[in-house]
C-alpha cells in the first residue's frame, strides 16, 4: 500500500498516527505530494482524488481510499488490536460524536483560518478574509467545550484513548502553529495535550 | 429512547432514515425542538448538546449522543441485519469516504447557502453573505463528482445502498428545497434520487 501526503498537513498527520498506533506504519510506502509546487492539481493526482487533497492510500488492487477518516476506519477495520474507534455501541457512537466535534470544531476553524485569512498553500483558490477572521471567535467557543469534556475525563471521548484524541492533537497542534492560541488559558487541555503528545505515534 | 429533532432540518432527517431502515424508528419517542422560537439555544437544550443542533439521541440511561453520523453509528453496532456502514475493510472505508464526500461537499455547501445567503433560521448568528453565495458554485462542483460516481455505481458508494446514500438524499433534497440546482442537468443523480427516493424509510 501507498500512503501519499504532505509531512506538515494536520489531515495526513492524523492518518499517520492513526496507522503507526495500529503498528502498520512500516508497511506503508510514503509518497509526498508537493502541494507548494501545485502537484495536488495535476491531473494524475487528481485520477487518485478529484478533490485534491493529501491524504489518498492506494490500496493493493489499485483502487483508492482518500479522507483521513477513512483512511484510519480501513486500518480500524483490517488490523485486530485496540480498537481506536471503540468497541460496543455507545463508546462506539460517543467516540464519533466527539471525533466529529473536534474535527468540524477545532481543525475546521482552523483551516478556514489558514485558507481564507492567511497565504495558506499559496495556491489561486478563493479566499474570503473576513471569514476566515471569524474563525477565530469559533475556534475559541469549540475549545471550552473539549476543556470541560477534559476536567472528567483522561482522553476526550471518556476513559479511552480513540481516534477523537488523534483528531484533536493535530487540529490543536496546527492551531498552535499558526499562533491562533497558547495553551496556558486551558489547563485541561494542556495536561491532556503533554499526555498524548508522549505517545511514541504522536511523532508519526 | 428519545430522538430530538425537527421535521424539516436535514440532519434530523438523515437520522430518522437510517433508524428507519434498521426498523426501529418506532421504538423512539421523537421530540419536536422549535429552532424557530430558539428553543434550541435554552439552557435546557444546551445541557443536551452544547452544540445546540438537532438531532440529539438521548439513552435510557441518560446520557446523549449528538451528530446524526453518530447517531446513526449508534444503531449500527446496536442493530443486527443489512449494515449501512458496509462489511469489509474496504467497503466500511468507501461507504465512510462517499458519506463524507456527500456530507462535508453536497451538505455543507448546501448549509453555508442557507444560514449565509437567505434568512436561515432566522437566528441572530454571524451571516457572511459572499461566503453564502459563493456555496453554489461550490455545489456544483461536488455534484459534477457524485453524477461521474454514478455513471458506473447504482449507489453513491458502489454496489449497495448505504448511509452514503442517506447523506445525498437528505443533503440533495435540501438543496432542491432551496431552488439551488434542478436535477435535470444530472441524468444518473436524477435515475439515483427517484429510485432511493421510492424506499419507504425515505418519508420518515
Known amino acids: 500500500m501507498k500512503l501519499y501526503h504532505t509531512q506538515i498537513a494536520p489531515n495526513a498527520r492524523r492518518a499517520r498516527i492513526f496507522i503507526a498506533e495500529k503498528g502498520l506504519l512500516e508497511n506503508l510506502e510514503l509518497i509526498t505530494v508537493k502541494l507548494g509546487d501545485g502537484e495536488h492539481k495535476s491531473a494524475d493526482f487528481l485520477a ?81 478574509n473576513e471569514w476566515g477572521l471569524h474563525q477565530q471567535s469559533q475556534l475559541l467557543l469549540h475549545l471550552a467545550i473539549m476543556e470541560k469534556q477534559l476536567q472528567h475525563n483522561p482522553f476526550l471521548a471518556g476513559e479511552i484513548y480513540s481516534i477523537a484524541d488523534i483528531t484533536l492533537l493535530c487540529s490543536l497542534d496546527f492551531a498552535l502553529h499558526l499562533n491562533l492560541l497558547t495553551l496556558n488559558d486551558y489547563p485541561k487541555l494542556s495536561r491532556w495535550h503533554q499526555e498524548v503528545s508522549q505517545r511514541p505515534s504522536s511523532a508519526a
Open 48 to 128: 487518485k482524488n478529484p478533490y485534491a487533497t493529501v491524504p489518498v492510500l492506494e490500496l493493493d488492487d489499485g483502487s483508492f481510499i482518500t479522507e483521513s477518516h477513512s483512511i484510519s476506519r480501513y486500518f480500524e477495520s483490517l488490523s485486530s488490536g485496540i480498537k481506536l474507534f471503540g468497541e460496543t455501541a455507545k463508546e462506539q457512537a460517543t467516540i464519533d460524536m466527539w471525533q466529529r466535534r473536534a474535527e468540524l470544531g477545532v481543525l475546521f476553524s482552523t483551516g478556514q483560518y489558514f485558507h481564507h485569512a492567511t497565504q495558506g498553500i499559496g495556491d489561486d483558490r478563493y479566499r474570503n
